[in-house]
C-alpha cells in the first residue's frame, strides 16, 4: 500500500470511527487489515473496505474478550435450549457496526451465482437454455 492509499483510508476511518482516530494501534491495525482487504475484489471501495475493517478489528480488539461471541444455549429454571454453533467465516464480523459495513460492501460486490458449462437436459426441457 503506497501513502496515497494510506492517506484516503485515514480519511474515511477518521470519519466513520473518531473514537478511534488518534489511537496509536491504528499502523498495526491497518496492516493487519490489509491482510485480510482483497484490492481487486473491492475495487474503488478497498479504501472505504479497508477502514472499517481496520475500525472493527480496533473495535473488537478494545473489547478484551467481554463479548465472545453469539449465545448458544440458555437457561431459564429447569429448561435448558442449547443451539447448534456453526462455524462461519468471519462471523465476528456482525458484532461490531464497522463490521456490518465491510459486510455490506464485501455482499455488495458479490457476483452471486454463475452458471458455466453450457446446459443439462433438465435446464432445456424448463425452457432455460
Request: net charge negative.
Amino acid at each position: 500500500m503506497d501513502s496515497r492509499d494510506s492517506e484516503r483510508i485515514k480519511v474515511y476511518f477518521d470519519a466513520v470511527a473518531p473514537a478511534f482516530a488518534s489511537d496509536a494501534r491504528y499502523p498495526v491495525f491497518l496492516e493487519i487489515a490489509e491482510d485480510r482487504c482483497d484490492r481487486g475484489y473491492f475495487g474503488e471501495s478497498w479504501t472505504k473496505a479497508m477502514a472499517y475493517l481496520t475500525a472493527h478489528l480496533m473495535e473488537m480488539s478494545s473489547r478484551n474478550g467481554s463479548e465472545s461471541g453469539p449465545v448458544t444455549s440458555r437457561r431459564e429454571g429447569d429448561i435448558s435450549v442449547t443451539f447448534a454453533a456453526g462455524e462461519q467465516n468471519d462471523s465476528d464480523l456482525y458484532m461490531t457496526t464497522f463490521g456490518k459495513m465491510y459486510l455490506a460492501l464485501l455482499n455488495g460486490r458479490s457476483p452471486g451465482v454463475v452458471l458455466s458449462g453450457g446446459c443439462h437436459s433438465g435446464m432445456i426441457s424448463w425452457g432455460h437454455c
